[in-house]
């Protein structure tokens, strides 16, 4: 079981792609889908992230609202969010700070690449606590979408 698990989920402020910044604080009171993912534009993230946006219809009637992260510069997630049309908020970690706070980042990722968040899944309840987190080893796995609605439809 992965240790944020019935504790306060790490607070975070990050920009998102239109310059602004948004906080953890900002959804008090909302259930949250958070999404860590490596790398904008690569094929799994992308098949991900476009999933995400083609059911976002099943997270909204669950009342929870769903952010990803990445490393990536807000400038790039603003060019992924607009060629695969995202319904959702993309925030920027650049600095690699809040991927590492939850337990999902890779020290040292493909191609010799250091620093990249992992793909997690985690549900955040109304109060800010975690219900259910998903980091997986390899890249290449997603975590489980039916477990995450679950989680968000007991909250």
């Not at 889908?33 to 534009?41: D, I, K, M, Y």
């Amino acid at each position: 079981m992965h240790t944020l698990i019935g504790k306060s989920a790490p607070a975070f402020t990050l920009p998102n792609p239109d310059k602004q910044m948004v906080s953890l604080s900002d959804y008090k009171g909302k259930k949250l889908v958070l999404l860590f993912f490596p790398a904008a534009f690569s094929g799994v993230c992308t098949a991900e992230l476009c999933a995400m946006r083609d059911d976002i219809a099943a997270y909204q009637n669950l009342d929870a609202q769903v952010l990803a992260i990445s490393v990536d510069q807000p400038f790039a997630l603003g060019k992924f969010r607009e060629l695969e049309n995202l319904n959702f908020p993309l925030l920027s970690d650049f600095n690699k700070q809040v991927a590492p706070a939850y337990g999902a980042f890779y020290d040292e990722w493909i191609l010799g690449l250091k620093g990249v968040a992992k793909r997690s899944a985690f549900v955040i309840d109304a109060e800010g606590i975690v219900r259910h987190a998903e980091v997986m080893e390899s890249a290449g796995d997603l975590p489980d979408f039916e477990k995450v609605r679950e989680a968000l439809s007991q909250l």
